[in-house]
């Protein structure tokens, strides 16, 4: 069985053990009653009621610019950072420096959103090293739009890294080596071979890196605070909102924040799919004789 055909049904069935399915169901349970319950509790209403709350609307539109200009960042940076990952390979110093590269990636996925905020402000507020030296130019960060994308940025960037890695570095080398061969430069290899192929989890990354911007909280309050119109994003709204005694904003803000989750993974499913379709001439040329 080559490494592109699948097994059949039967087969799969005759390996899984069927008590798998205990802690699956389980798991699922887990999953998604909670998410159930938060919609069983929301009016018909609520969504919309929601949206007419004061700063509802500001905030739902900070949210989505701020997301969508930090999702552009994280792909200018990230996809950059994930190519040299995968190629940067070799002994001594080299993996030394990879090893690094890959240690500063996945700490921000650790950090807890709290500490994630205090390191922000430590180098980007007013008493930082870059904070100060932009205040007394007259640039304030803190506490503005700028630092959301900051916090976002921080945040998302490696998730759209992880997941660009794992495509690249499932694109056949061969082919960019045959590249190579005939003629082609490392510019050309990179946007005409393993762009093309690693494309469905470059997407995938970047959808991934707009969600976790989009509902990021902890360190956003932690840094850029709670302004409204300023850095009230809608995970910040929902706060306030049920802490406000006006749990019925919350519920429907909290609605329309697991929509637009949707919206993304499906988003995502497609644009997989269209890519994954327009990579199979590019691979039936790397497995043809």
């Known amino acids: 069985m080559s490494a592109h055909e699948s097994a059949s049904p039967r087969l799969l069935r005759s390996i899984t053990p069927g008590w798998l399915w205990v802690p699956t169901a389980v798991a699922l349970a887990v999953l998604a009653a909670p998410l159930v319950a938060l919609v069983a509790a929301t009016e018909p209403d609520a969504l919309w009621g929601a949206l007419a709350a004061p700063g509802a609307r500001d905030a739902v539109l900070l949210s989505l610019t701020t997301s969508g200009v930090s999702t552009l960042i994280c792909l200018l940076l990230g996809l950059p950072l994930a190519i040299l990952l995968h190629r940067w390979r070799g002994p001594g110093r080299r993996a030394w420096g990879v090893a690094a590269m890959r240690l500063v990636l996945i700490v921000?996925?650790?950090?807890s959103p709290v500490v994630s905020g205090l390191a922000l402000l430590y180098l980007w507020g007013g008493r930082g090293a870059l904070g100060g030296l932009l205040e007394s130019m007259g640039l304030t960060v803190a506490y503005t739009p700028a630092a959301v994308v900051i916090v976002q940025v921080f945040v998302a960037l490696p998730f759209l890294t992880v997941a660009a890695l794992s495509s690249v570095e499932g694109v056949d080398q061969d082919l960019e080596l045959a590249a190579v061969n005939a003629g082609g430069s490392a510019t050309q290899v990179l946007r005409y071979v393993t762009l093309p192929l690693a494309a469905?989890?470059?997407?995938l990354g970047t959808?991934?890196?707009?969600?976790?911007?989009l509902g990021e909280y902890g360190a956003t309050v932690t840094f850029a605070g709670s302004v409204a119109g300023a850095t009230r994003t809608i995970p910040l709204q929902i706060d306030l909102a049920f802490n406000s005694s006006d749990p019925t904003a919350a519920l429907g803000l909290a609605l329309l924040l697991i929509g637009f989750y949707l919206l993304v993974i499906a988003g995502a499913a497609w644009m997989a799919w269209r890519l994954s379709r327009r990579a199979e001439p590019t691979r039936a040329r790397a497995d043809a004789p």
Do not use: D, Q, T, Y
């Open 108 to 111: 921000p996925l650790v950090l």
């Open 200 to 203: 469905p989890g470059i997407a």
């Open 207 to 213: 959808l991934l890196a707009f969600a976790r911007a």
